[in-house]
């Protein structure tokens, strides 16, 4: 079974479109104000609210204080963390200390190399994920993931177009998807159901 994460949700129409498409993940980009995607923390915790509750809600922070990312797991706003900064093993363990077992801390790291792929096999976050940039569609060499020893989420410039051929040259444990489901910059619900159906039907 390949999970998969929708990112980027920030409207009450795009929770409407996952609660009906049931990915396993939603990601919402928090406290990020150069992304077009970026939700304040009480925004984020309306939309959590609305989400149905099989689906597990990942805040996206770039280089957020830990305190807030800690209180946003606390609370259990967001059942996962994806760091998509720079933040390095202090950060994440700083940021272990402060939230209960099973909150789940995801290290994004935009891979360009094999060093890349080094890195993140060596990172004690809880899951890693691959990526080609932040949110704007960069698909990286898909080769690089192969000598991966550990699961990971693939992410970078999916869509319904490349997102079977990724997952059987690559099988990761999860994909995430942004841009690739989205039409003139918003999430298209369409979109959406189609892409976690791709994934759902052929597991
Ligand atoms: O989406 C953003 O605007 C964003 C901004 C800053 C850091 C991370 C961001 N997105 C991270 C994600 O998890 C995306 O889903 C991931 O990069 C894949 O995006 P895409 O290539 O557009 O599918």
Not at 69 to 86: K, W
Not at 99 to 110: E, S, T
Not at 121 to 129: E, F, P, Q, R
Request: with cysteine; charged share 30%; proline share 3%.
């Amino acid at each position: 079974m390949t999970r998969i994460k929708i990112c980027g949700l920030s409207r009450e129409e795009d929770i409407a479109c996952v609660n009906m498409a049931l990915p396993d993940y939603a990601g919402f980009i928090v406290n990020y104000p150069k992304s077009k995607r970026n939700i304040t923390p009480s925004r984020l915790r309306l939309l959590s609210s609305m989400l149905d509750k099989r689906i597990v809600a990942v805040g996206v922070f770039v280089d957020e204080d830990e305190a807030l990312v800690g209180q946003l797991l606390n609370e259990r706003i967001i059942g996962a963390a994806q760091l998509h900064g720079s933040e390095d093993e202090d950060y994440i363990r700083r940021l272990r200390g402060l939230v209960p077992k099973g909150a789940v801390i995801i290290k994004a790291f935009k891979i360009k190399s094999k060093e890349d792929i080094l890195a993140a096999g060596k990172s004690s976050a809880d899951m890693v994920l691959l990526d080609g940039g932040a949110g704007d569609g960069k698909v990286f060499d898909w080769t690089l993931p192969k000598m991966m020893d550990r699961p990971y989420f693939l992410a970078g410039g999916l869509n319904e177009e490349n997102i079977w051929q990724a997952r059987e040259a690559l099988h990761p444990w999860g994909m995430d998807v942004s841009s690739g489901v989205e039409t003139d910059g918003r999430k298209d619900g369409d979109k959406i159901c189609r892409i976690v159906d791709i994934l759902r039907k052929n597991r």
